[in-house]
């Protein structure tokens, strides 16, 4: 069974532009989060999506955003990029809605110049 | 607000050395615990997973201890290798919040 997959891998903005990463969770899992790693602050949570629904979010600004689709698939958005937004951004995916385990993809290196 | 804390943030071992990580949390209501593996600019690597209503998880030559009283889980190591050479990331699911919040992870180096 194939992983969680994120696309693109990495990613190089400038300020002032806005990005959109996509994530594919592992087949049959209903459950998508997302999270932001940096050196600094470590894993933070940003959203949570549970059957097309927001079901959890985290403290970030507006800026970030983000939707899931029918087939479970999500999406994140952030847009009047910052330097500050230069992170790896992880998605995970688990069955149902959590406290299941969580599998995590391989990330989108984001860098903001 | 749970915080979650790992310590040592680095650790140096030579191989076939048996090793200890430790993680603490503060808020005791928890759903379950999970540990991670990271490679460098690498996504994270499922562990262990353990539920609150267990006191442990073995995989392997991993262990994974909980104890919710104390606020502390333990992943022992046994006869280590170099390729285990990654950081090692807690998470606590529960309490208030209803997300993972991690630990900033142990640094572990196995010297061949």
């Known amino acids: 069974k194939a992983g969680v997959t994120q696309t693109p891998r990495y990613l190089i903005k400038t300020r002032g532009q806005q990005v959109t990463l996509s994530c594919s969770p592992i087949s049959g899992h209903r459950s998508v989060s997302w999270y932001q790693q940096t050196p600094g602050q470590g894993l933070q949570f940003l959203f949570e999506?549970?059957?097309?629904?927001?079901?959890n979010k985290g403290n970030f600004p507006g800026r970030f955003s983000g939707r899931q689709f029918s087939n479970s698939r999500s999406e994140m958005n952030v847009s009047t990029l910052e330097l500050g937004d230069s992170a790896l951004y992880l998605c995970?995916?688990?069955?149902?809605?959590?406290?299941?385990?969580?599998?995590f993809g391989p990330g989108t290196r984001l860098t903001v110049l | 607000k749970q915080e979650v804390t790992q310590i040592p943030a680095a650790l140096s071992v030579p191989e076939g050395e048996n090793l200890v990580l430790n993680c603490s949390f503060t808020?005791?209501?928890?759903?379950?615990l999970q540990w991670f593996r990271q490679d460098p600019g690498k996504g994270l690597t499922s562990l262990l997973l353990?539920?609150?209503?267990?006191r442990e998880q073995t995989s392997g030559r991993l262990n994974a201890s909980l104890d919710k009283s104390s606020g502390r889980s333990t992943l022992y190591i046994a006869a280590s290798q170099p390729g285990d050479s990654a950081t090692y990331l807690c998470a606590s699911y529960g309490g208030s919040q209803g997300n993972l919040i991690f630990g900033k992870g142990t640094k572990l180096s196995v010297k061949p």
């Open positions: 999506y549970f059957s097309e629904t927001q079901r």
């Open positions: 353990i539920q609150s209503s267990q």
């Open positions: 808020d005791s209501a928890i759903y379950n």
């Open positions: 995970a995916s688990s069955l149902a809605q959590p406290p299941n385990e969580q599998f």
